[in-house]
């Protein structure tokens, strides 16, 4: 199966997300995703308020940096919006910028130490278990949930590095990759990724796979798209985002498809002058190109 999304970039105001969350479930796209940049909008209290406006979309907050965040709290609130919204909300956890997090006091020697205990500790908390433990970061003295969510959820983790790619394989039941991933990279991150789970004996488990697709339609698209990855550093890099009509557009999904990806999130150049419209292009003219299976 593979699902398609979009982004609701952070660069646009709050009050934005309201629209865009309708035009997504109006006209039938599987996904939205959002983001929790700083200093920009907070990733739970946004996912809440687009699930609330929309009955039937899937939210995904792609990535809640954990520096920020104490591990019953994440719990807490990713398992009140399970049920709140059974089967809607997509939650993943990353070690985040760590520019970012130094800025606000957070940065981790060992983020992948910390990102290792936090999914282990968090995915225990979600099944309902009463944890304790005594990690270089997490420390828990017999926590559980109250309200645990009734049926299991996934937690996924954001990854770019060879080390955290495999940590996801083995701690986390998906993972996300960036729009810095071309297909080469998808199926390189599978490989990883799948180490990671041998080690852990979850081999058997499903994991899945999100890759963000930088994507710019209509006029000035390509130039968009160049300016974005000039202004990134990223122009060199080949397979590297898509310009163009929903064929073309269709045509990146699926070979990201190919290499491994069961949920492409089409992301918006920064400039992108209509949201919605970005939106409804995914729902109504991309979603119909791409296979739902594989």
Not at 12 to 28: K, N
Not at 44 to 55: E, Q
Not at 178 to 205: F, H, K, M, N, Y
Not at 275 to 286: D, K, L, N, S, T
């Amino acid at each position: 199966m593979t699902a398609l999304g979009a982004v609701f970039r952070p660069q646009l105001p709050p009050e934005r997300l309201r629209t865009i969350a309708r035009v997504a479930e109006e006209t039938g796209l599987e996904e939205l995703w959002l983001w929790e940049d700083c200093f920009l909008e907070g990733g739970v209290s946004a996912a809440a308020a687009a699930l609330a406006w929309t009955d039937r979309l899937r939210v995904g907050v792609g990535l809640l940096p954990v520096p920020l965040r104490n591990v019953a709290v994440t719990a807490m609130e990713a398992a009140t919006l399970h049920r709140l919204f059974p089967g809607r909300a997509v939650l993943g956890v990353g070690h985040g910028v760590q520019d970012w997090m130094g800025q606000v006091g957070a940065r981790a020697e060992s983020p992948v130490t910390l990102l290792r205990e936090h999914l282990t500790a968090l995915r225990a908390l979600l099944r309902g278990e009463r944890v304790s433990t005594e990690g270089r970061y997490v420390r828990l003295d017999d926590v559980a949930l109250d309200w645990p969510p009734t049926v299991p959820v996934e937690v996924f983790a954001g990854a770019t590095g060879p080390r955290t790619l495999r940590l996801s394989g083995e701690a986390a039941d998906g993972t996300i990759l960036t729009a810095s991933t071309p297909p080469e990279g998808v199926r390189q991150a599978r490989r990883l990724i799948d180490e990671g789970r041998a080690t852990a004996s979850r081999g058997a488990d499903p994991h899945t796979v999100v890759v963000y697709l930088l994507t710019a339609t209509g006029p000035g698209a390509a130039a968009r798209l160049g300016a974005e990855l000039d202004a990134e550093g990223r122009a060199s890099v080949p397979d590297l985002g898509v310009a163009g009509d929903a064929e073309a557009v269709a045509g990146a999904v699926r070979r990201l498809a190919d290499a491994g990806a069961d949920t492409v999130v089409l992301q918006p150049t920064a400039d992108e002058p209509d949201p919605e419209g970005f939106v409804r292009f995914a729902a109504e003219a991309v979603r119909p190109l791409v296979p739902r299976t594989r």
